[in-house]
């Protein structure tokens, strides 16, 4: 496993590298770096982002992730040309387009997984894998001239496990009429829906992206994994099993250094000193 980056600049053997890395105070930023292909996700590139995202999580030093992207397209989705060449193995590519898409999958996973916020900054389109990588993301914001799609149809190839994240931000209606039609939404709709958080102008994506990274790494950051975890636990519980469930979670919660020391801290009007900084 690579070490992270300096605090002040990027690993030197990263500016080529298919996955690019930095962290400064903190904030760990993951950029795509495969602009020629549309930043697809290859198997290499999938494998890149788990390992990177898994060593991030256990890392005391990280405070918060950013995935972003070089080129004009954020990412296109899985690696057509790729896959395509599998087709001449034996099986006709069966077992290859099991791993990939496993690899998609664990990817995916990994991100919702890893205790630390994990945010999309978005400057381009994003097709099919692409629109999963947002929607997997805690958090997403995108840049004005931003597209997203399910095109999957319009090839012979439905976004089947893409569907899974996306249908899991927005209304079964709007996700079908995204996988049924293959239409690009722009991210003033992608908001609307509720596939992104915000849409700023393009010029001002990374700095709005990092002030938000920011806002959250100024919070407890245990307080921060306690609830992500929370999250994603209780959303596929009935009412009953979520509430039950969140209970226990608010009670060890507050009993923890941070609830104390924050709560004291409004009681008294004054700003927390997180115990855990």
Request: glycine share 6%; proline share 4%.
């Amino acid at each position: 496993m690579n070490t992270f980056a300096s605090p002040d600049k990027p690993e030197a053997d990263t500016e080529n590298s298919i996955l690019q890395k930095t962290c400064r105070d903190g904030l760990l930023r993951l950029t795509l770096n495969r602009p020629h292909a549309g930043n697809c996700l290859s198997v290499a590139l999938l494998e890149d982002l788990s390992a990177e995202i898994a060593a991030a999580g256990d890392d005391k030093t990280v405070k918060a992730i950013i995935i972003a992207a070089n080129g004009a397209m954020y990412c296109s989705g899985h690696d057509l040309k790729e896959m395509t060449q599998r087709r001449r193995d034996n099986d006709k590519g069966r077992a290859f387009y099991h791993a990939t898409l496993t690899a998609c999958s664990t990817m995916m996973q990994t991100i919702v997984e890893c205790p630390k916020p994990v945010i999309a900054e978005i400057q381009g389109h994003a097709y099919a894998a692409g629109a999963q990588l947002v929607a997997t993301c805690d958090l997403a914001v995108a840049a004005d001239a931003a597209g997203f799609c399910l095109p999957g149809v319009n090839i012979g190839l439905f976004c089947s496990t893409p569907m899974v994240a996306v249908s899991r931000n927005i209304s079964r209606k709007h996700t079908m009429e995204m996988l049924l039609t293959g239409d690009m939404i722009d991210a003033e709709r992608a908001a609307e829906l509720g596939l992104i958080n915000r849409v700023v102008p393009a010029d001002k994506l990374t700095q709005e992206t990092e002030l938000l990274a920011r806002k959250i790494m100024s919070k407890s950051q245990p307080v921060v994994k306690i609830g992500k975890r929370a999250f994603y636990q209780q959303a596929d519980m009935d009412l009953k099993s979520a509430y039950e469930f969140t209970t226990g979670v608010m009670v060890e919660n507050m009993l923890h250094a941070a609830a104390e020391e924050g709560i004291g801290a409004f009681l008294d009007k004054r700003s927390p000193d997180w115990p855990d900084k």
